[in-house]
Every structure is written in C-alpha cells, then in structure tokens.
C-alpha cells in the first residue's frame, strides 16, 4: 500500500541530480538543532524512486529518520554536517528453538521457578490501592487475541509491517511470549504469571520471525506515546535481536527509559564462548534475560557477557501457541510447521504466501516411492519408514529432502501410533535434527498433522492443498518452546507482579530491585554467566512493599541511585 512520504529538510540543495540507482535501507540520526518538515518527495530524493520503494518514516525518538537511500544521497548526507551517525536498517530474529507438543494442560513450571505464586494472594498483576495500572507492551510478531488465554487482556497495538491496527500473530511466537505472562486464570490451559496486566502488541517480525531495527524503534516511540496519552506503568518485552548494535536504536531504549519505561530484553540464543549479548540486550538501559532450565542450570544457548542482568527459565517452556493451517476442500487440517524450517523454509518465508498445489501420496518419503507426475505437488507421506541412506532412523528433515528431490513443492507428514505406548508418537526435536543453513536448501515447506488429519487429507488426495499459518483462534493451542525468548517473558511477568504491589514505584525501583533479591547461581555474586541469577517475584515484591505482606518493615518507593545495599554485590 502507499505510505505517507515525509521529507526530511537536512541539507541545502536538493538531491534531484542523482541518477536513479540501486538503494539500501538506513537509519539516519540527525543533530538536535536540524529542523524536520513534510514536503514532496520530489524536492529532496530521486524523484524515479517511487514512495513505496523510498519508505521514508520519521523517527522522533531518536530525531532521526529511516529510508532506502542511494549512494549519492547516503554521501550528500554525511557531507552536509547534519548527521550523528547514518547505519544499516538491521534484521532482528525471534529467540526461540524446538516445538514439542504439549503435554498435559497445567501450572508452567517456571511460573513456579520465579516464586509468582506467592505474589497471587496479594495481586495477579493489578495495582494495588488503585495505583498507577501495569502495561506490558510486547514487540514481536504479534498475538493471537482470538486465543481463549490472551483474549481478555489484550488491549490494543500495531503492525508495523502492514501499517495496521492489526498485530494478528501469524507466526506464533509473540502469542507464546503473551501466554507466558498473562495466560488467563481460567482453569483451563495453562496460566500466565501476571494475568491481570494489559497487554499491548506491537508487531515488528514477520511470519518468518524476521524485521527491522526500524519498526522496532518506531514501537519503543509508539509505547513512550502510549504512555503520555493513558499514563500507567509501562514495561516493554523485546524476545528478539541479532548480534550487531545501531547507534540508533540504542539511542531510541535510552528516551524510553528516559521516559520511564522498563525494558527486558533477551539475551540471545548463540552462545560460542565469549560472545557476549545480542542487541538490544546489550545495551546499558535495557535488562537483559539469560535462559535457565528446570534445574536453575544455565541453557546451552544462552548468550552471556558482563552486561547480562537476570536469569529466567527458558527450556520447555509451556504456552499459548498459533499453529499453521493445512485446507483442502472442506478438510481442515491443524499442522505444527517443524521449528528450524520456520525460519528459512516455511510456507510463508519461502513463497511469500500459502504454498498451494495438489496433493500425491508417497508411502513414507523414500525416494522410490514418489509416483510419476510427482513435481509441483505437495506429497502426503506417513510417519516413520526406513530412510535408505540412514539405518539410524528415517528423519523429518530426510523426508523433506526426498521430496525437494522429486520436485514437490512441499510435504504433509501424517502422524503414526506408537507401538511402544499405543498412543500417537509425539513430534519432537530429536525428528528434526541436524538442521543447518545448508540444509535450507535442500528442502521443501515441511508440515505435520495428526493421524486423523492426515486420514481426511489422504481421502482427497489429488486435490488442491494449501499450507499456511492459522492465527484466527479456531482452536487452543500450545506448544512447548525453548530460548531466550522464553526466559525474557518471565522475567516481565515477574516484573509486572512487583511492579503492581507497589505502583508508585519508579521502573529504576523495580528493576533494582529484581536484581537484588535474585536468586544467586554460579559464582557467588554477580557473573558473566547468570548474572544477578534467577528473578524472584515474591522476594523482590515483600522488598518494595512489605506491608502487603504483612511485614512490618518499610517498604522501598522512589528513585534508587545505584545498588541498593543487601546480601547480593557486583
């Protein structure tokens, strides 16, 4: 869709005398004293460049402003002494890995880990004494507010990448991160550590877990405005990030804290020896979130370095999910797209929409099993089999592979019972492995469905299917992740739980005061590897405000300048 054009008056001459050429997106900060102004594109730019093509957006926050510049208009800029620094428009990711299906429905373990049970008597996330209410933004790929767990509390937001009010999450991830601090206390699912906060939905990553330093800064502004139009509490869960930092967005955390917003951030999946933390974790006005497991060990992939705050659970992490879709006439089937291939192969990523094509049936996905006239179909194939290149066992991945070979465009892998425990087989990681950006390549959009499912798609099979993301609340799904990701929402969760017991509190306070009273793991005091340690609701609310519990010991309120004093140090 066309995009309001906003002109940026930062140089003298126009930049009409350069050639249309190639562009590349950017982050401009200007100096305080520039002054902005809305004009016609055609003064400034490369009039042969369309406005969909320029996508000029302001950036109030950082003073700056975002576009796909050419060359010429990237030097004319640094050559006008107007500028603080000009940088690449970064991709960020979701931190997430592993789908397993869920279990039982139940009370998430690391609900439990971060003590938030002990808080629920006095508030599950509603502020005391009609004190200031708790909002938590969470910019990501959107939320399933149709979902049963999340429809009430979610509230309002944005979609950054259609330039909507709609953050539907087509993905699922912002949906699992929403369900981990505020799933509904219904009896039913799972429950949210801070089920009465409101929560806010500002989508920046696409289906694909993937979007632009840009949108995420323009969401940081939008939380900030948010907070001057309705006031409240304001914390901001960022489960997302790369490894390299911008100036700009940097600059866009430090307003909003500035502002008086609490910002989590995770710290990253990629842990290689001494790598230190993603961004925006890594920035100083931001409180980075490490993973732990069950057993308060820190996570293999989890990013660490100097900078790193808290830690959270983030293994098997029970949750609010949005599950793809598999259609074929009047059957729907509800699929689990393998995590790994999310990212870089699913449906959307691939073909920039649903892959739709008819259907053939291909036994197990052996290569001597695809019929003739297999190319340009999707293939049905079952659980199990024997891979004949692997006498270890016949992977997902083998079978996505088989059917890129045969020339399909995708393939729907039908569940099969085990014999083991004469019930259906649970699809887990260790089906999937080893995954690798080589591997990308070789493979096809890669779906899998239940026994009954895949029974209804077999009985139309020739018929025209198509595989998508769902993200219209049809049914109550869960799923079981793995990451940062995870790890960042219990620490907001927590937050928002202290936060509520004493809302008079300043972010400074609450932030503080979570780190001193974590739990200590690993090297006594602070470290590189768990930082402060684990979050503790219960601990870090009694601090701010014992008198809600009871406790006759004045409670903690105003700024906090520096540590406060405890049995935690640096």
């Known amino acids: 869709m066309k995009r309001a054009a906003f002109v940026v008056l930062l140089f003298i001459a126009p930049l009409t005398a350069f050639a249309s050429t190639p562009t590349q997106a950017v982050i401009v900060m200007t100096k305080p004293s520039t002054h902005f102004a809305a004009k016609s594109l055609s003064a400034m730019f490369d009039p042969n460049i369309s406005a969909d093509e320029r996508d000029l957006r302001e950036l109030p926050g950082i003073n700056g402003f975002a576009a796909n510049l050419t060359d010429g208009e990237v030097a004319a800029l640094k050559a006008s002494g107007t500028t603080i620094s000009i940088e690449p428009d970064l991709e960020r990711h979701a931190f997430a890995d592993d789908v397993i299906t869920p279990g039982q429905q139940t009370t998430p373990y690391g609900v439990n880990d971060v003590n938030a049970p002990a808080v629920w008597p006095v508030t599950r996330g509603k502020s005391l004494a009609n004190g200031p209410a708790i909002h938590v933004a969470i910019i990501d790929t959107g939320i399933d507010y149709h979902h049963p767990e999340l429809a009430a509390v979610f509230k309002e937001g944005f979609n ?3 330039r909507t009010a709609d953050p539907l999450d087509d993905n699922g991830h912002g949906s699992h991160v929403a369900g981990i601090i505020a799933a509904a206390n219904n009896g039913a699912g799972v429950v949210g550590i801070a089920s009465d906060v409101d929560i806010y939905s500002l989508k920046v990553l696409s289906a694909c877990g993937s979007g632009r330093t840009t949108d995420i800064i323009q969401a940081v502004q939008w939380v900030v405005d948010k907070k001057k139009e309705i ?11 790369s490894d390299t930092a911008s100036v700009s967005e940097q600059a866009q955390f430090q307003a909003a804290a500035d502002a008086g917003v609490l910002i989590f951030a995770a710290s990253g999946n990629a842990y290689v020896g001494d790598n230190g933390l993603a961004y925006p974790a890594g920035y100083p006005s931001v409180v980075s979130v490490g993973s732990v497991d069950s057993t308060n060990k820190v996570s293999s992939f989890s990013q660490r370095g100097a900078d790193l705050k808290v830690v959270a659970p983030g293994e098997l992490v029970l949750s609010t999910f949005t599950e793809g879709k598999v259609t074929s006439g009047g059957v729907g089937a509800e ?10 192969s699913n449906p959307i990523c691939l073909s920039d929409g649903p892959v739709t094509a008819a259907t053939v049936f291909a036994g197990t996905g052996a290569p001597n099993e695809y019929p003739a006239g297999s190319a340009g179909k999707i293939a049905l194939v079952q659980r199990g089999g024997t891979d004949p290149a692997d006498p270890t066992g016949f992977f997902f991945i083998a079978k996505a592979k088989y059917a890129k070979a045969a020339g399909a465009v995708g393939v729907i892998i039908i569940n099969i019972i085990d014999t083991a425990t004469n019930a259906p087989r649970p699809f887990v990681r260790p089906a999937l492995t080893p995954i690798t950006d080589a591997d990308v390549a070789k493979v096809v959009p890669l779906a899998l469905v239940s026994i009954e499912d895949g029974a209804a798609l077999k009985a139309k099979v020739g018929s025209s299917v198509s595989m998508t993301f769902n993200g219209n609340g049809s049914s109550d799904t869960y799923e079981t992740l793995n990451g940062t990701s995870m790890a960042c929402p219990h620490a907001v969760g927590t937050a ?6 004493s809302p008079n509190s300043t972010a400074t306070n609450v932030a503080t005061v979570l780190e001193q009273t974590a739990k200590d793991l690993g090297d006594s005091g602070k470290d590189t590897t768990y930082g ?3 979050v503790n609701a219960y601990d870090a609310a009694k601090m701010l405000n014992p008198a809600a519990f009871g406790v006759g010991v004045t409670p903690v309120i105003g700024p906090v300048h520096g540590r406060m004093a405890g049995r935690r140090g640096h």
């Open 532 to 534: 402060f340690g684990l």
């Open 335 to 344: 699929a689990r797209f393998a995590e790994g291939f999310d990212k870089d």
């Open 496 to 501: 928002a739980l202290v936060w509520a017991v």
């Open 160 to 162: 950054y990448l259609s």
């Open 231 to 241: 006031g409240g509490n304001w914390i901001i869960n960022l489960s997302l990030g």
